[in-house]
């Protein structure tokens, strides 16, 4: 009896431990802790690698499609249920991509910054008056609604750019947001919602499809891109 | 005076260095196999908004060096003794060679470069504890010094001079000389530590995003302003704990690649509700494909065990577990036995050394069950730390294999006993309930080959009757039903 309040006082002063679990037959050792670092494991939920490969499509805009290799691992439960774990990979995606020059999103304000596609014209400047200007690209106000951790982002408050897939058809949606006002570039975050049986636009099947500013007319400088995902 | 020249040529580089901005994205890139070059680097390129690339492998390198040398991307390139790819210091002098630098101890000067006088003095073998500070040094514009306890009082006697403030956070911490007044953090265990310089960070800056890791590793969101939290493989400390469910609007990143922390956080997305983002790669507009993060591996204490099958032993009632500590430091290991009974037994923390083993005894008898069992799951807790507990995993174990069975004449005894109906009590012996269940088992299985037998029996007879009425063989169908027409018109 002792032991058992001991072994329950050391479970319950760890206030929420949910540990991983395995079965194993008699004979076979198991090692623990063995998951070198580099070497990322699934996380705790959907999405965990990303397959991304990207075209470029104008002198002011950059496509990136792709695919994410999803799998969700299971550990989890209480009792009996926390002893066995299980990795099964997703059918069924859901979520977003974020994309930004950004190294360091402020994700806590993306859904209370408000922005709109004049915005974009106006610090991606070689976009202004240009016929792929961003006004003349996507749409004010006609985001789906989705939701950014436990915070949600209202539908039709937000910029939403479509894209192609390769029967021309708008399918890939595409949600402009910002976490910043500094004017710079790195204040915007595009958003790619995510389509788990999509069909990018040269036909290859992919998960999302997003366009971003950049200006291959006018810069010959390397601009780097930073790529997010949710641990659902 | 080719000192003197020297000298000024160096101070003419590093001055034109120091001040150089641009408005383009400024790459600053660090060849050296040194962990602490790695990271002192990316601490000095966050603090003057420098893209930072370190090199990791030779090939990519060589990458490195093809996206930036067909365009005109402003850069500095860094090379120490030990470059990880020896032949970037020629490509790149062929680009710029005023951007180009060889230097030795680079950690030392990208810290002596920081834009604010302050230093952070970490141990120069505790990875973990360099990631911790890393973003405070950011924030502070502080440069982070590495030390070992032996040059410790020399490095704080020049940084005084200097007229930096100082914190010496850690490990190293406990052998600061008591005549230096300096500011400290020590508490014995990684994860405090970093949870008292996350309360140090609080007080001067408002969290509200932090990066999620294990210290294990470095990545570039670790040096940014976002604080790091240090997290167990599958746990979080209790004071940790509290601490995030203190802030419910926090959000957290984590970074694809870094070492095994998907444990802790379920864990911490369960109890405290925190958004998770992870970082998935990074992409170069004049690159088709996107790469994934850059992950430096760095000096850690890991706990790898070896659990071998759990053996049940007769003669003492008793669970025995053999773990092995194949990881690079100490292991504080804790097992407790989940039983088929419903009932834990657990085990003493145990300290095991490197590549020592330890048998774990658990008695069974103190869980209320004395039978021998077939299936065990183990609660692993381990921790390369004496206070803190960084991972728990359960294993369950079947067909647990058993060890010094009873000598037979004993096991007469026993049988003896049982069938004379004297009883035996678990405190007498162990097995008893054992061979009173066999004894059970074994009545029902008498009586179900008795109803067998006589359910069988009576087929047999008729058979018999049959053989004895002529018929060597059974009775077919068809005679038996040449019977039942033979007995109606008899008895019409």
């Given at each position: 009896m002792k032991n058992v309040i001991i072994f329950l006082l050391i479970f319950f002063s760890l206030g929420f431990a949910l540990p991983v679990g395995a079965t194993v037959s008699a004979g076979t050792p198991v090692t623990l802790g063995n998951v070198p670092a580099g070497t990322a494991a699934a996380w705790g939920g959907n999405i965990t690698r990303v397959n991304l490969t990207i075209n470029s499509s104008t002198l002011h805009w950059q496509g990136f499609y792709g695919t994410i290799t999803a799998s969700l691992r299971l550990a989890s439960g209480s009792g009996s249920d926390i002893k066995t774990m299980k990795t099964w990979n997703v059918n069924t995606l859901s979520g977003q991509v974020y994309v930004s020059r950004s190294s360091n999103i402020d994700f806590t304000a993306l859904n209370s910054t408000s922005v709109s596609l004049d915005d974009v014209d106006s610090?991606?400047?070689?976009?202004?008056?240009?016929?792929?200007?961003?006004?003349?690209?996507?749409?004010?106000n006609a985001n789906p609604q989705f939701y950014i951790g436990q915070y949600l982002v209202s539908q039709n408050s937000r910029p939403l750019i479509l894209t192609f897939d390769n029967s021309s058809q708008p399918i890939w949606k595409e949600v402009v947001l910002r976490h910043a006002s500094t004017g710079q570039p790195e204040d915007f975050v595009f958003v790619g919602i995510i389509n788990s049986s999509g069909v990018a636009y040269n036909g290859e099947p992919a998960h999302y499809q997003l366009i971003v500013p950049e200006n291959a007319a006018g810069d010959n400088v390397v601009t780097t891109y930073y790529f997010y995902g949710e641990v659902q | 005076m080719i000192k003197i020249q020297k000298l000024f040529f160096v101070m003419a580089v590093l001055f034109g260095f120091l001040f150089a901005q641009s408005a383009q994205e400024t790459f600053l890139i660090v060849n050296s196999e040194d962990w602490k070059d790695v990271l002192s680097s990316a601490v000095y390129a966050a603090q003057n908004n420098y893209k930072h690339v370190f090199i990791l492998t030779p090939e990519q390198g060589d990458y490195i060096f093809s996206l930036i040398s067909g365009t005109s991307t402003p850069f500095y390139y860094f090379?120490?003794?030990?470059?990880?790819?020896?032949?970037?210091?020629?490509?790149?002098?062929?680009?710029?060679?005023?951007?180009?630098?060889?230097?030795?101890?680079?950690?030392?000067?990208?810290?002596?470069?920081?834009?604010?006088?302050?230093?952070?003095?970490?141990?120069?073998?505790?990875?973990?504890?360099?990631?911790?500070?890393?973003?405070?040094?950011?924030?502070?514009?502080?440069?982070?010094?590495?030390?070992?306890?032996?040059?410790?009082?020399?490095?704080?006697d020049t940084l005084k001079s200097e007229g930096k403030e100082i914190l010496v956070y850690g490990q190293i911490a406990s052998v600061v000389p008591q005549n230096f007044v300096v500011k400290?953090?020590?508490?014995?265990?990684?994860?405090?530590?970093?949870?008292?310089?996350?309360?140090?960070?609080?007080?001067?800056?408002?969290?509200?995003?932090?990066?999620?890791?294990?210290?294990?590793?470095?990545?570039?969101?670790?040096?940014?302003?976002?604080?790091?939290?240090?997290?167990?493989?599958?746990?979080?400390?209790?004071?940790?704990?509290?601490?995030?469910?203190?802030?419910?609007?926090?959000?957290?990143?984590?970074?694809?690649?870094?070492?095994?922390?998907s444990g802790a956080l379920q864990s911490i997305k369960k109890e405290s509700g925190i958004s998770?983002?992870?970082?998935?790669?990074?992409g170069y507009s004049t690159d088709a494909k996107v790469k994934p993060n850059l992950v430096l591996v760095l000096p850690s204490k890991n706990v790898i065990l070896d659990i071998n099958t759990p053996i049940y032993d007769y003669s003492t009632s008793s669970l025995k577990v053999e773990v092995k500590n194949k990881g690079n430091?100490?292991?504080?290991?804790?097992?407790?036995?989940?039983?088929?009974?419903?009932?834990?037994?657990?085990?003493?923390?145990?300290?095991i050394e490197p590549l020592a083993s330890h048998k774990f005894e658990l008695f069974l008898d103190s869980a209320g069950l004395s039978n021998p069992i077939n299936k065990v799951t183990l609660h692993v807790f381990s921790s390369a730390e004496p206070k803190i507990i960084e991972a728990i995993d359960i294993v369950e174990f079947l067909n647990v294999k058993m060890e010094n069975l009873q000598p037979r004449q004993e096991s007469k005894e026993i049988q003896q006993n049982s069938l004379s109906g004297s009883s035996t009590t678990p405190t007498q012996s162990p097995y008893s309930d054992y061979f009173a269940n066999i004894n059970v088992l074994f009545a029902?299985?008498?009586?179900?080959?008795?109803?067998?037998?006589?359910?069988?029996?009576?087929?047999?007879?008729?058979?018999?009757?049959?053989?004895?009425?002529?018929?060597?063989?059974?009775?077919?169908?068809?005679?038996?039903?040449?019977?039942?027409?033979?007995?109606?018109?008899?008895?019409?």
């Open positions: 610090v991606f400047s070689f976009l202004l008056n240009s016929n792929d200007a961003a006004v003349n690209t996507g749409t004010n | 090379e120490s003794e030990k470059p990880v790819n020896p032949n970037l210091f020629e490509k790149f002098s062929l680009l710029d060679s005023s951007r180009v630098f060889k230097k030795t101890n680079l950690a030392n000067f990208f810290a002596s470069q920081s834009k604010n006088p302050g230093a952070i003095v970490v141990d120069s073998q505790i990875g973990a504890e360099a990631v911790s500070v890393s973003p405070y040094a950011v924030f502070k514009g502080w440069g982070i010094y590495f030390s070992n306890p032996q040059q410790l009082t020399s490095l704080l400290k953090i020590n508490t014995g265990s990684i994860y405090l530590d970093n949870l008292e310089l996350l309360k140090l960070f609080e007080k001067e800056k408002d969290i509200i995003q932090v990066v999620f890791t294990s210290g294990k590793t470095f990545e570039e969101s670790i040096a940014k302003t976002d604080p790091v939290v240090l997290v167990g493989r599958t746990e979080i400390t209790k004071e940790l704990a509290d601490w995030l469910i203190s802030k419910p609007k926090l959000k957290g990143i984590i970074f694809d690649g870094d070492s095994d922390i998770i983002f992870t970082k998935l790669g990074t430091s100490k292991a504080y290991v804790q097992l407790a036995a989940e039983l088929p009974n419903g009932n834990f037994i657990s085990s003493p923390k145990k300290e029902i299985l008498v009586i179900i080959i008795v109803i067998i037998l006589y359910l069988y029996g009576k087929n047999k007879i008729t058979g018999r009757l049959n053989h004895q009425e002529g018929g060597f063989e059974p009775e077919t169908k068809k005679e038996q039903k040449d019977k039942k027409k033979k007995k109606k018109a008899g008895k019409k």
